[in-house]
């Protein structure tokens, strides 16, 4: 029997996006939880690659996945900024 490549979930460049936004907000919710410098800077990272994967997925014919993973992205961005990191002792 031959094997098949495809999966159930498609990853185009909008739910890639989306996956990313996903483990963003993910990071953002951690770093609220735990305000240390290491989980801010994963955060802040996550957030990038999420913002570098919605450029890609700007180009694909469903923009308003692509504007609402934007809006969310922003939202958790505001919060990551508003987190003030623990002091280590």
């Given at each position: 029997?031959?094997?098949?490549?495809?999966?159930?979930?498609?990853?185009?460049?909008?739910?890639?996006?989306?996956n990313?936004?996903?483990?963003?907000h993910?990071?953002?919710?951690?770093?609220?939880?735990?305000?240390?410098?290491?989980?801010?800077?994963?955060?802040?990272?996550?957030?990038?690659?999420?913002?570098?994967?919605?450029e890609?997925?700007?180009?694909?014919d469903?923009?308003?996945?692509?504007?609402?993973?934007?809006?969310?992205?922003?939202?958790?961005?505001?919060?990551l900024?508003?987190?003030?990191p623990?002091?280590?002792?």
């Amino acid at each position: 029997m031959p094997r098949s490549d495809s999966s159930l979930q498609s990853q185009n460049p909008v739910s890639q996006a989306q996956n990313s936004v996903e483990k963003a907000h993910n990071a953002v919710t951690q770093a609220q939880s735990h305000p240390s410098e290491q989980v801010i800077r994963q955060a802040r990272n996550a957030i990038g690659k999420a913002e570098r994967a919605l450029e890609q997925a700007k180009l694909s014919d469903n923009q308003e996945a692509v504007e609402l993973a934007s809006s969310m992205l922003a939202e958790d961005e505001a919060a990551l900024n508003a987190i003030q990191p623990m002091k280590e002792e």
